[in-house]
């Protein structure tokens, strides 16, 4: 019942019970907190009165202001948990960081939303007590108010970009824009001193932490083994990896292409599976938006280049799945928002292959616009290593051509395959912290902060006390830059020698990778892993084409299709547009059906 969404349609977007429960607690902290720190302010003022011949109501105004920060200081500590990729934080919740971006859209809000105000109320306190001239103070101890005030330019520049509209149209400006976090927390830091960051400090600690091993993990080029271009504007990118590389259904990967952009990083789904494919991992790309287009026509010419450099961080998933706990599954797609699925359908081929039993059963319900982009069901199946037996597998697919009335003659384009050449800085995709990334994270913030602790401990004894003397003489803001200078060492030194040692661990399995990965070019193009077409004529494809019911000219009735559902315990996916996504929704919460339980798989970048 907790689970079940509650708020479809507004600014939250698809909302459940449990989060409205706990957005409503955390609003009630911050109005709680501020209201009592304004109380008691206020109490002292109307008893003492005002200092800095203020009147009542002036030093009432600063008060607030003051207050305002400082409870926004307290959402600021929760911002970045969210965005902490490999967080160990977020699984003991059971979310994944991509599931969590929603949360952190409502925190930068309100941490946006507080920090105006408090800058708004301190420059009104400035103007109507003719102190203007305070807004360029840079005090050498204390609070220094230019540091403030870049801070805060530098959020509402990043703040101004992150509204749905002007996120959707101008991704590339939202995705440099949000580099400005870096300019905002410096100087939040020196504006505040680094005493009152501490409170932000966990949550920004661990974003470093997962910053910098991502950054470590990038610096690798991935082996791109093959591409796949199909005739729907759609490419798969196939690329090799350890076996001890294991990851859970709905896992994604972030790519950078440097030929296209050096900077830019996007999310795409996995759709192979870690069991049934051991060394090679799959992502789908749909010919939507400037970078994908940009990729796809170059992978699509007439000549195609033999090396592409990629770069690739994560995986990062769900810890574990429940997708088992249901009698029934009922996946729910639009266009490309299938891809998730494929990697939960080759999950359950490979249980009923593997343990021969019955799993629960599967229903994909697929809407397309056009017939060309079925093609995509061909992705369903890998291209190698696909049992022949998938008797076991209760699947059953509705495909929906929403835009046509009939099949569509044979298209003159078809799928075929682009081979690239390895090179000898090309690595096979691997986990950043090896099998045990767990232990090693702990290690690493453990390590780090304890020798954190040491160094500002023998900086504060032989540098900062004998100028000091416990008389606050030294300055606030170099305080601070060395705190950041010294976090930054510690994280640097502890992550780099856990990257490092892994890399060492490891340098055996990627040797003969690669020695195996030289044989394979050897081969002809019609064998095993390279057989693309021969693979799709199989046994297991034949039994796929099957379980595959064509619909043209009309979409899915999905509250039908949902409430005919009449198994005790029914998962409800959705992956595509936000109509799709929000139909979806309403129909499990209505209430009228009880073994309906929802969950959307969506990407708000």
């Known amino acids: 019942m907790w689970k079940r969404p509650v708020l479809v349609r507004g600014p939250l977007g698809i909302v459940s019970w449990i989060e409205v429960a706990f957005f409503v607690m955390f609003i009630a902290l911050l109005v709680w907190s501020f209201a009592a720190y304004l109380r008691n302010s206020f109490l002292k003022i109307d008893r003492t009165g005002p200092t800095a011949g203020d009147k009542v109501w002036e030093a009432k105004l ?141 949550g920004f600690y661990l974003f470093m932490v997962d910053r910098y091993l991502r950054f470590l993990q990038s610096r690798k080029r991935a082996r791109l083994v093959c591409a796949r271009i199909l005739p729907c504007d759609t490419v798969e990118l196939n690329f090799a990896k350890t076996p001890g590389l294991e990851y859970t259904p709905t896992s994604i990967v972030f790519i950078n292409v440097p030929s296209l952009s050096k900077l830019q990083w996007h999310p795409f789904t996995i759709s192979s599976n870690s069991n049934l494919e051991k060394d090679k991992l799959s992502i789908i790309i749909k010919n939507e938006g400037t970078w994908s287009q940009k990729l796809y026509q170059i992978l699509s010419s007439p000549s195609p280049p033999n090396r592409l450099d990629v770069s690739v961080e994560g995986p990062y998933g769900p810890a574990s799945t429940h997708f088992l706990r249901h009698e029934k599954l009922v996946m729910v797609s639009g266009g490309s928002g299938i891809t998730p699925f494929i990697s939960i359908i080759r999950e359950f081929i490979f249980m009923s292959t593997t343990f021969k039993s019955m799993t629960p059963k599967l229903a994909l319900i697929c809407a397309f616009k056009n017939s060309s982009d079925l093609t995509m069901l061909d992705l369903v199946l890998p291209i190698s290593g696909t049992p022949s037996d998938l008797s076991n597998l209760q699947l059953q697919i509705e495909a929906y051509v929403t835009r046509e009335k009939e099949a569509a003659t044979q298209s003159s384009k ?110 002809s193009p019609g064998s095993g892993f390279y057989n693309a077409e021969r693979e799709l004529e199989s046994l297991s494809h034949q039994s796929l084409v099957q379980a595959t019911n064509l619909h043209f000219g009309k979409r899915p009735d999905l509250k039908k299709m949902l409430f005919e559902c009449k198994e005790s315990s029914v998962g409800v996916l959705v992956c595509g547009p936000k109509k799709m996504r929000h139909e979806v929704a309403g129909i499990c919460s209505s209430g009228l059906a009880d073994n309906l339980h929802f969950e959307s798989i969506s990407f708000s970048w």
Not at 119 to 132: D, E, N, S, V
């Open 414 to 523: 078809q799928a075929r395959s682009v081979w690239f050449k390895p090179s000898s800085f090309d690595e096979p995709l691997s986990a950043v912290l090896g099998p045990n990334s767990w232990l090693w994270l702990g290690a690493i913030i453990s390590v780090s902060f304890v020798m954190f602790l040491i160094l500002i401990g023998i900086i504060t004894r032989y540098h900062i006390y004998p100028i000091d003397q416990n008389q606050n003489k030294y300055s606030t803001a170099s305080r601070a830059v060395l705190n950041i200078l010294v976090i930054c060492i510690s994280i640097g030194i502890a992550a780099s020698t856990a990257f490092l040692w892994n890399k060492r661990i490891n340098a055996k399995e990627v040797k003969q990778i690669k020695h195996l990965d030289g044989l394979t070019l050897v081969q």
């Open 62 to 202: 600063e008060t607030s202001g003051f207050w305002l920060g400082i409870v926004g200081n307290i959402a600021l500590a929760f911002l970045f948990f969210p965005v902490t990729r490999a967080s160990s934080v977020l699984p003991l919740f059971g979310l994944t960081s991509e599931a969590s971006i929603k949360y952190h859209i409502w925190l930068g809000h309100i941490v946006m939303v507080l920090f105006t105000a408090h800058g708004l109320i301190f420059i009104l306190y400035w103007a109507l007590t003719h102190r203007i001239s305070e807004m360029v103070e840079w005090q050498k101890t204390g609070v220094s108010n230019v540091a403030g005030e870049i801070a805060l330019l530098a959020g509402l520049g990043l703040w101004a970009t992150t509204f749905p509209r002007v996120r959707r149209k101008m991704f590339e400006l939202f995705f440099y824009a949000h580099h400005l976090y870096i300019l905002f927390m410096f100087f939040f830091v020196l504006h505040v001193g680094i005493s009152y960051s501490c409170i932000m400090l966990p």
